[in-house]
């Protein structure tokens, strides 16, 4: 064992290895003993930090300052970005009028932060993975007995299947020996007539010839002919064997009947471990947001996206075609409307299929993984624009109607209307009649959320269509240029994020409708469409 690491032996100098140590570097992070400690700091005096052993790692190193390198950064300016900076940056021109914080204080801070994620990693987070990893080594070690139970039932049900046939079989076999024996016996019955016939027409030839043969005037003169009576031919019998008329077998139907296997099923939902810091939403959102990757998508106004998974998304813009790119941006699909004009809108639906809708046409179509478009709703009088797909497979459909102007919100169970959102509980309308864009979103609480751009607002009515709140900007945001929002999504945490086109942001709000912060420094120049994964 290493005598410098031994818990029973005291703590030796990391320079010379054998004596006992006395300092340490506070800079350097090395223990040192009393001989050491002038080799150590031989090199660079000024950089070294040397404190008691018993004090080490109590002092704070702070950054140099790159345009006064003599100086440490022991200040951080609230008005650029958190940019840490010295006393003399501080009465530069360049900050001048703005907020500081001591590095100390946001050090301590932050401290106890790390303090109180260690806590609640060792004591909840870390053990509430443990039980889940048990639980999903229990289902692996129960697998195979669940899936041999299986494979028993099914053997039984062959079993079942072979007695019932096997049933079947030697009962058909005993309804042919029974007609057998009928068939047997009205062969029998015919031939038992017949041969008494001919045993009558034997006794009349024999008689015939002695009657021949003799020279009596009597008996020859009283003859009567009976072969009158003999030609008249009994009935004839035909007996028809019974034939078996098998049924053709329809191996799909074969199955059916015999069972039915139930596809695997996996259900996710979401898993929210309950932390005990405060504000923990709020603070999972990025202090700076993170670009994974961009997509050249080559339509000239792009205008909708959606995703069909991580790695997958479906873009429309104001051209006639609607494109499918991977994560990497190459192209998978390219699908064409029907009425030779840009969609209104895009989704896709809970089996991976693209909806589109068309106002010219009055349709909203559906893209099957083939490729091949069918039309899933007809409307009369009203026209379609924005799509969204619930939680529960359902389909949300904002339509409007030029004569008069007004707008509603549609729920559709495949092409059957379910609920239509039109009116708050005083009668008035929810939305703006103008036919402008109203993009729509199901938040996870199953609110319906509209960023209706004529109104300049974000409506959200719950799941019975009832007006809870409306959002009409945030001052900080939207004092320059007003409020002109576009696209709208959700997360898994029920925050919502619209598009604001003027002012080249992303406001995020709580499901409440209270403004959390906005995106604005990600390169975002007219935001349009927007969609969460």
Same mark, same amino acid.
């Given at each position: 064992?290493?005598?410098?690491?031994?818990?029973?032996?005291?703590?030796?100098?990391?320079?010379?290895?054998?004596?006992?140590?006395?300092?340490?570097?506070?800079?350097?992070?090395?223990?040192?003993?009393?001989?050491?400690?002038?080799?150590?700091?031989?090199?660079?005096?000024?950089?070294?930090?040397?404190?008691?052993?018993?004090?080490?790692?109590?002092?704070?190193?702070?950054?140099?300052?790159?345009?006064?390198?003599?100086?440490?950064?022991?200040?951080?300016?609230?008005?650029?970005?958190?940019?840490?900076?010295?006393?003399?940056?501080?009465?530069?021109?360049?900050?001048?009028?703005?907020?500081?914080?001591?590095?100390?204080?946001?050090?301590?801070?932050?401290?106890?932060?790390?303090?109180?994620?260690?806590?609640?990693?060792?004591?909840?987070?870390?053990?509430?993975?443990?039980?889940?990893?048990?639980?999903?080594?229990?289902?692996?070690?129960?697998?195979?007995?669940?899936?041999?139970?299986?494979?028993?039932?099914?053997?039984?049900?062959?079993?079942?299947?072979?007695?019932?046939?096997?049933?079947?079989?030697?009962?058909?076999?005993?309804?042919?020996?029974?007609?057998?024996?009928? +068939?047997?016996?009205?062969?029998?019955? +015919?031939?038992?007539?017949?041969?008494?016939?001919?045993?009558?027409?034997?006794?009349?030839?024999?008689?015939?010839?002695?009657?021949?043969?003799?020279?009596?005037?009597?008996?020859?003169?009283?003859?009567?002919?009976?072969?009158?009576?003999?030609?008249?031919?009994?009935?004839?019998?035909?007996?028809?064997?019974?034939?078996?008329?098998?049924?053709?077998?329809?191996?799909?139907?074969?199955?059916?009947?015999?069972?039915?296997?139930?596809?695997?099923?996996?259900?996710?939902?979401?898993?929210?471990?309950?932390?005990?810091?405060?504000?923990?939403?709020?603070?999972?959102?990025?202090?700076?947001?993170?670009?994974?990757?961009?997509?050249?998508?080559?339509? #000239?106004?792009?205008?909708?996206?959606?995703?069909?998974?991580?790695?997958?998304?479906?873009?429309?813009?104001?051209?006639?075609?609607?494109?499918?790119?991977?994560?990497?941006?190459?192209?998978?699909?390219?699908?064409?409307?029907?009425?030779?004009?840009?969609?209104?809108?895009?989704?896709?639906?809970?089996?991976?299929?693209?909806?589109?809708?068309?106002?010219?046409?009055?349709?909203?179509?559906?893209?099957?993984?083939?490729?091949?478009?069918?039309?899933?709703? #007809?409307?009369?009088?009203?026209?379609?624009?924005?799509?969204?797909?619930?939680?529960?497979?359902?389909?949300?459909?904002?339509?409007?109607?030029?004569?008069?102007?007004?707008?509603?919100?549609?729920?559709?169970?495949?092409?059957?209307?379910?609920?239509?959102?039109?009116?708050?509980?005083?009668?008035?309308?929810?939305?703006?009649?103008?036919?402008?864009?109203?993009?729509?979103?199901?938040?996870?609480? +199953?609110?319906?959320?509209?960023?209706?751009?004529?109104?300049?607002?974000?409506?959200?009515?719950?799941?019975?269509?009832?007006?809870?709140?409306?959002?009409?900007?945030?001052?900080?945001?939207?004092?320059?240029?007003?409020?002109?929002?576009?696209?709208?999504?959700?997360?898994?945490?029920?925050?919502?994020?619209?598009?604001?086109?003027?002012?080249?942001?992303?406001?995020?709000?709580?499901?409440?409708?209270?403004?959390?912060?906005?995106?604005?420094?990600?390169?975002?120049?007219?935001?349009?469409?927007?969609?969460?994964?």
């Amino acid at each position: 064992m290493d005598p410098r690491s031994s818990a029973q032996d005291v703590h030796r100098c990391d320079l010379c290895e054998t004596a006992i140590v006395h300092s340490y570097c506070d800079f350097c992070h090395v223990n040192l003993c009393k001989p050491c400690v002038v080799d150590h700091i031989s090199d660079e005096y000024d950089k070294h930090k040397i404190v008691p052993f018993q004090k080490r790692r109590s002092t704070l190193i702070h950054l140099k300052c790159e345009t006064h390198p003599h100086r440490n950064c022991e200040f951080q300016s609230k008005d650029c970005n958190n940019m840490l900076v010295c006393s003399s940056c501080m009465a530069s021109t360049q900050h001048k009028g703005h907020n500081f914080v001591e590095v100390t204080e946001v050090y301590k801070a932050k401290k106890d932060d790390i303090k109180k994620d260690t806590k609640e990693l060792e004591n909840n987070i870390s053990p509430t993975y443990e039980d889940i990893a048990l639980d999903l080594e229990n289902q692996l070690a129960n697998l195979d007995g669940g899936y041999d139970k299986l494979t028993t039932t099914i053997s039984k049900q062959g079993e079942q299947w072979h007695r019932q046939i096997d049933f079947i079989v030697n009962k058909m076999k005993t309804e042919i020996s029974e007609i057998k024996v009928k +068939h047997k016996d009205l062969l029998q019955k +015919h031939l038992n007539e017949i041969k008494q016939i001919q045993s009558l027409i034997k006794e009349t030839l024999h008689a015939l010839r002695k009657t021949e043969e003799s020279t009596e005037v009597s008996p020859i003169i009283e003859y009567n002919s009976k072969n009158r009576e003999f030609s008249k031919l009994p009935p004839k019998v035909e007996v028809t064997l019974p034939t078996f008329i098998p049924k053709a077998i329809d191996p799909d139907k074969l199955y059916t009947l015999f069972g039915q296997i139930t596809p695997l099923s996996t259900a996710t939902e979401e898993n929210f471990l309950s932390l005990s810091q405060p504000n923990t939403a709020v603070r999972e959102l990025l202090d700076e947001p993170e670009l994974v990757a961009t997509i050249q998508t080559g339509h #000239k106004k792009l205008r909708n996206v959606t995703c069909v998974s991580e790695n997958m998304i479906w873009t429309s813009g104001m051209a006639n075609d609607v494109k499918c790119f991977n994560i990497k941006g190459s192209t998978l699909h390219t699908i064409l409307t029907k009425s030779g004009v840009w969609p209104g809108d895009i989704a896709v639906d809970s089996n991976g299929n693209l909806l589109y809708s068309e106002r010219e046409t009055r349709t909203v179509n559906k893209v099957k993984r083939s490729l091949q478009t069918e039309e899933l709703i #007809k409307l009369q009088g009203w026209k379609p624009f924005n799509l969204c797909v619930t939680s529960t497979g359902a389909l949300l459909v904002t339509l409007y109607s030029n004569d008069p102007p007004q707008s509603k919100v549609v729920r559709y169970s495949g092409s059957t209307e379910k609920q239509p959102i039109q009116f708050d509980d005083k009668g008035k309308p929810l939305y703006s009649g103008n036919g402008l864009i109203k993009y729509i979103t199901e938040n996870r609480n +199953h609110d319906i959320c509209v960023a209706d751009m004529n109104a300049g607002a974000v409506v959200v009515v719950n799941q019975s269509g009832k007006l809870r709140w409306r959002y009409t900007g945030h001052p900080s945001v939207t004092e320059n240029k007003p409020f002109n929002l576009r696209g709208i999504t959700t997360d898994s945490q029920s925050r919502i994020l619209t598009a604001d086109f003027n002012n080249h942001c992303i406001h995020i709000l709580d499901q409440n409708g209270q403004f959390l912060r906005y995106i604005d420094n990600c390169g975002l120049d007219h935001p349009y469409g927007v969609c969460g994964q």
